[in-house]
């Protein structure tokens, strides 16, 4: 992973919000970072030398990238193999869904990266370093909305502070590699973002995802409506017929169940709650995550029949089934209303499958810095 990142201010002192902005199948990070730049600039809460902004770039071998350079502590420069990805097998940009990155970091997930970049911020604070920090927005469009969505779903990171790593003072941390860590840390370093990437307590800073334009979710059990066009139609498991045309409709990344897509963060996630898929949604629902759609982002979608044939034929469409499908589980569960409240979904009116639009709309601005 190569990273872009602008510090409106070089005094982390002063910093109040941290953007990571992840881009799409595209992987036009810069693109995205000049979106989330411009967005900063429409807001009111935050002083433009309170915000940092980074957009990570998930290289793939097509990119020709080979080595990195990193600063280390004494001012000398190290070169080392960036962490990459591959883009076509199984399926195209496979860093979406929480893959494994390529030799020689193949015990790395692309979401164990941005689960030590966000410690880094949240952790840090601890020791001084981002001391006013209130709050990590993690936003992502289109094959970005996929991989912040799924992040959200699966990270056992402490930075959400709802006892994902109970047992263990900082257990996403511990279980990651530890030659990423070192690898982060030195890159953050040579950045001057500075700091530890972990601490034994965990600070007061809000966490939270913006969803923005998937293609597909991850829904949280294997109940589908029966009619997709219908979101009052009954919710409920596939027919056997439905199911033996799509056998793997449910399995990850579209659903939890085991098979699928290789995923081993995906694994370690299930295996946190001792295989149950159930507790896995309930956290996951507890989490604040803010859904924003496109009110035209109505293209008709042609991929596959796990999200073809179960979620919806446009995006809007999907994030609205999705959204209406997890409601409901709210509700059977009987979940308080504080924590319903945490997860929310909004339209933005007129506008297509844009970044910049949807993050520069008022509805943008509301989910990215509160404004």
């Known amino acids: 992973m190569n990273h872009q990142g602008n510090s409106i201010s070089n005094d982390t002192d002063k910093i109040k919000l941290v953007l990571i ?3 799409g199948s595209g992987r036009n990070a810069d693109g995205y970072l000049y979106a989330g730049m411009s967005a900063s600039q429409l807001q009111k809460k935050y002083a433009q030398d309170e915000i940092m902004i980074i957009a990570p770039h998930f290289l793939v071998p097509e990119d020709g990238i080979d080595q990195v350079p990193v600063f280390e502590g004494d001012g000398s420069v190290t070169l080392y193999p960036p962490l990459q990805w591959n883009e076509t097998d199984p399926i195209p940009h496979t860093w979406r869904y929480g893959a494994s990155a390529l030799h020689p970091w193949e015990d790395v997930s692309s979401y164990d ?3 030590a970049l966000v410690e880094h911020f949240v952790f840090g ?4 370093m981002y001391e006013n920090l209130e709050r990590v927005v993690v936003a992502g469009h289109s094959a970005g909305g996929q991989f912040t969505h799924r992040w959200a779903l699966t990270s056992n990171s ?3 502070g709802d006892n994902s790593n109970e ?4 257990q996403a941390s511990l279980a990651m590699s530890n030659r990423l860590k070192v690898s982060l840390k030195r890159m953050l370093r040579s950045a001057r973002l500075g700091g ?3 601490s034994s307590t965990l600070s007061q800073v809000e966490v939270m995802a913006v969803v923005a334009n998937p293609r597909s979710f991850c829904y949280l059990d294997e109940r589908r409506f029966r009619d997709m066009h219908n979101s009052s139609s009954p919710l409920e498991i596939p027919s056997e017929e439905q199911r033996a045309l799509c056998p793997t409709y449910n399995s990850w990344e579209w659903g939890l169940d085991e098979g699928g897509l290789p995923c081993p963060y995906r694994d370690k996630a299930v295996a946190h709650f001792n295989g149950n898929t159930t507790r896995l949604a309930m956290r996951y629902m507890q989490r604040d995550v803010i859904y924003i759609a496109g009110g035209n982002d109505t293209d008709l979608l042609h991929s596959s029949c796990e999200d073809d044939d179960f ?3 446009s995006r809007l469409q999907r994030s609205h089934n999705f959204f209406e499908s997890m409601k409901m589980m709210m509700h059977e569960y009987r979940m308080e209303r504080e924590d319903i409240h945490r997860q929310e979904r909004m339209v933005v009116k007129d506008v297509i499958h844009d970044h910049t639009l949807m993050f ?3 509805e943008g601005l509301y989910a990215l810095f509160g404004d």
């Open 167 to 170: 047992g263990n003072e900082n």
């Open 158 to 160: 402490g930075v959400w």
């Open 196 to 198: 530890s990437s972990s």
């Open 125 to 128: 604070k601890n020791t001084g």
């Open 113 to 115: 990266a941005i689960d």
């Open 311 to 313: 979620q919806g034929v």
């Open 360 to 362: 520069q709309s008022r």
């Open 21 to 23: 902005i992840i881009h």
